[in-house]
């Protein structure tokens, strides 16, 4: 990528995929528009195709994410069994759930965002991911109508 | 790499970094680390130009490098203090920037870095006292100069500040820092184009100039109050660090979330619909708001003429 042998820290080594590289605010935008389900890979190819410096992070921080949402889930899920919640409770839940996402996906836009930027420096600009977001907004009613026949914890992670 | 192409190499690199062509100096860098990978020097150098560049971390690892190379020398202590800053780790960084002023006790720049870190400790009686002792050691240097008057012009003092100003740029009349202190101080005494025009004569000399870059959004905040609350709100958000910012901004969320469940909760959907056409304004301002602030500013940067020798 650089023009010299000597590679700073965190330049980016983009392989064969580095034509898909989009800038992280599309997967974050699709994040919040539709979910789990187009964002987190989507997050994560794009982590894999720069090869950044954060790759690793960046990739423990979707499993954290998911995580994190399973471990909601799982404690709400055990509390109602055990003592019982209160019906009002759930819309909180609700939201604890949205911000533990929208939080994971900021983390990760912040340092793809670096990554990218000297991505940008280097090999041009970024691809555009406006086409991936209307096609997501096309296959989200299909996704959405799938993950409703699935288990309960799925949807609330993916969606 | 030979001793003379090395050396040669090295002029380019200080002159480059010298006239804020920061990424010219890095390729510079990488061509030496290249030739030698154990080149304290060009290491310590590499960590100062990625701190310009904004990258922390590699700036980090880069004077990580250069101290184990050479644990002895003030260069590379000085060139860790200043990662360290990039970093935020303040206290660790003043250690470093101490050693480093102890290894070359009759350095003015070395007073004048560690100034900065106990400026941004505001500890203002240590930087009063480093700023005076460097312009003790050297009294023409502009840089002191300009640093006494940056405590004067925050200070509250504007025609003291205008003093220092005008005297460093009759010792370097293209001093960027004493621009941009003369335009700092034109702007606060209310003269927007006279502010303007040294925001802009210190860009011809560096496109890429921080405090320059910095002047100029200033005023184009002073002149669009709307845009210019913007500017303010972004600052502010920019002087918390990423982590902090992130945990402001889910704040804000989780604060409208709620607020719009409570209120439909207790039967109040009306409150719930203007709490959510408030998030929605914010929402288009935060997005829109920087758009327009940029291409206001860049408008005003392509008026800018490059200084013949850049």
């Known amino acids: 990528m650089s023009e010299s042998g000597y590679r700073i820290l965190d330049e980016p080594r983009p392989g064969h995929l580095s034509h898909l590289i ?28 720069l090869q950044g410096s954060s790759l690793r992070r960046e990739l423990l921080l979707i499993a954290g994410a998911l995580a994190a949402v399973v471990a909601i889930i799982v404690a709400v899920e055990v509390l109602e069994q055990t003592t019982g919640l209160p019906e009002w409770i759930y819309p909180y839940v609700r939201i604890g759930l949205i911000v533990g996402k929208i939080t994971f996906g900021y983390l990760i836009y912040m340092s793809q965002e670096r990554s990218v930027a000297l991505y940008e420096h280097f090999a041009g600009p970024a691809q555009s991911g406006v086409f991936v977001v209307v096609a997501a907004w096309l296959a989200d009613r ?18 | 790499m030979s001793d003379a192409i090395r050396e040669r190499e090295y002029g380019l690199v200080l002159a480059c970094m010298r006239r804020g062509l920061i990424h010219k100096a890095v390729d510079g860098l990488k061509r030496i ?12 150098l590499l960590a100062h130009c990625l701190v310009s560049l904004k990258r922390p ?74 700023v005076a002792r460097a312009r003790e ?33 009759e010792l370097e009349p293209e001093h960027i820092d004493a621009l941009v202190l003369m335009g700092r101080c034109e702007l606060r005494s209310g003269n927007i184009d006279a502010a303007r025009e040294h925001a ?20 184009k905040a002073r002149e669009n109050p709307l845009l210019g609350l913007w500017w303010r709100y972004s600052t502010w958000m920019n002087e918390r660090g ?17 607020a719009v469940q409570i209120s439909i909760d207790a039967g109040a959907s009306e409150v719930a619909n203007v709490v959510q056409y408030v998030w929605l304004g914010i929402c288009v301002y935060t997005w829109v708001g920087p758009v327009l602030f940029q291409r206001a500013v860049r408008k005003e940067l392509g008026q800018v003429e490059l200084a013949r020798d850049f």
């Open chain 1, 22 to 49: 989009v800038r992280p605010f599309w997967p974050l935008l699709s994040l919040m528009l539709y979910g789990g389900w187009i964002a987190w890979p989507w997050l994560a190819f794009n982590a894999y195709a």
């Open chain 2, 200 to 219: 802009k004569w210190a860009l011809s000399n560096n496109p890429e100039d921080v405090g320059a870059l910095y002047l100029l959004s200033s005023i």
């Open chain 2, 57 to 130: 971390h590699a700036a980090l690892h880069e004077a990580r490098m250069a101290l184990t190379l050479d644990p002895e020398s003030s260069q590379v202590h000085s060139a860790m203090g200043h990662a360290l800053i990039a970093n935020r780790k303040l206290r660790e960084a003043l250690r470093h920037l101490e050693q480093a002023r102890d290894m070359e006790p009759e350095s003015a720049q070395r007073a004048l870095d560690l100034a900065g870190a106990h400026a941004l400790l505001d500890e203002r009686r240590e930087q009063l006292e480093l």
């Open chain 1, 142 to 159: 299909f996704v959405v109508g799938l993950l409703a026949s699935g288990p309960a914890i799925l949807r609330l992670v993916l969606l």
């Open chain 2, 137 to 169: 050691l050297e009294p023409d240097l502009p840089e002191a100069i300009v640093a006494a008057g940056e405590i004067e012009l925050d200070g509250g003092n504007v025609s003291a500040a205008y003093a220092l100003a005008r005297e460093a740029l």
């Open chain 2, 33 to 44: 680390l290249t030739e030698d990978p154990d080149d304290a020097t060009a290491h310590a």
């Open chain 2, 242 to 258: 990423s982590g902090m910012a992130i945990l402001l901004l889910v704040g804000a969320f989780v604060v409208y979330r709620v």
